[in-house]
């Protein structure tokens, strides 16, 4: 007689699993949402609003007494443009689909790996992979959704005849591939765990 080593989940843990669904499914509208509304921005060429990044560029803003210029030091700002390169239309649509799709996919693994959960499947192949996809949709997407978004600032920039701009710095961010990082290291432990169910299945 093998051992049962299947994981059968509370009350309060399908509450919590149900949960993490709800809120899911409202980021996945909400992401969709935004992604149209962003889109019906860029897509007409005119008055296209791009957020670009700057490196401690300074600047005069009217904050003082009587509304007096103050210098300050910027790190971001919002360029609106027109005109621009179909080429560049393109990049921007494709960095605002390319996030979306991003976010898209790591709600639906996030709610394919509750299900299971709630059928008492806690370490199985099919969420480890789960795992591993969402840590891959999160390094594609990052760099992908980056790079077309710098090339839509560069020519934005260009747009406005600015010349400073260092594509080199763009909007790059660490801390989604530290989150794949760590979601590497759970499938990691998935793949454990897998080997020990294995194991303790075997037994008599």
Same mark, same amino acid.
């Given at each position: 007689?093998?051992?049962?080593?299947?994981?059968?989940?509370?009350?309060?843990?399908?509450? %919590?699993?149900?949960?993490?669904i709800?809120?899911?499914?409202?980021?996945?509208?909400?992401?969709?949402?935004?992604?149209?509304?962003?889109?019906?921005?860029?897509l007409?060429?005119?008055?296209?609003?791009?957020?670009? !990044?700057?490196?401690?560029?300074?600047?005069?803003? !009217?904050?003082? !007494? %009587?509304?007096?210029?103050? !210098?300050?030091?910027?790190?971001?700002?919002?360029?609106?443009?027109?005109?621009?390169?179909?080429?560049?239309?393109?990049?921007?649509?494709?960095?605002?689909?390319? %996030?979306?799709?991003?976010?898209?996919?790591?709600?639906?693994?996030?709610?394919?790996?509750?299900?299971?959960?709630?059928?008492?499947?806690?370490?199985?192949?099919?969420?480890?992979?789960?795992?591993?996809?969402?840590?891959?949709?999160?390094?594609?997407?990052?760099?992908?959704?980056?790079?077309?978004?710098?090339?839509?600032?560069?020519?934005?920039?260009?747009?406005?005849?600015?010349?400073g701009?260092d594509?080199?710095?763009g909007?790059?961010?660490?801390?989604?591939?530290?989150?794949?990082?760590?979601?590497?290291?759970?499938?990691?432990?998935?793949?454990?765990?897998?080997?020990?169910?294995?194991?303790?299945?075997?037994?008599?």
């Amino acid at each position: 007689m093998q051992l049962d080593t299947t994981v059968r989940p509370t009350r309060s843990d399908r509450a %919590d699993l149900w949960t993490v669904i709800v809120v899911g499914a409202v980021v996945a509208a909400a992401t969709i949402g935004f992604a149209v509304v962003r889109l019906s921005g860029i897509l007409p060429n005119s008055a296209v609003e791009v957020l670009v !990044p700057f490196v401690d560029t300074p600047a005069s803003v !009217p904050i003082g !007494p %009587d509304g007096a210029l103050v !210098p300050v030091a910027i790190d971001q700002g919002v360029l609106t443009v027109s005109n621009l390169s179909g080429f560049v239309i393109a990049s921007l649509a494709l960095a605002v689909l390319i %996030d979306a799709l991003m976010v898209l996919t790591i709600v639906a693994c996030l709610g394919l790996l509750c299900r299971n959960l709630m059928r008492g499947r806690a370490f199985s192949r099919t969420n480890r992979r789960l795992v591993i996809t969402t840590s891959v949709a999160i390094v594609v997407g990052t760099a992908l959704g980056g790079l077309f978004q710098t090339i839509g600032v560069n020519g934005a920039f260009a747009a406005v005849g600015y010349s400073g701009y260092d594509s080199v710095v763009g909007t790059a961010s660490l801390a989604p591939y530290f989150v794949a990082t760590a979601l590497a290291a759970v499938a990691l432990a998935f793949k454990a765990g897998e080997r020990l169910q294995r194991e303790a299945e075997g037994l008599v």
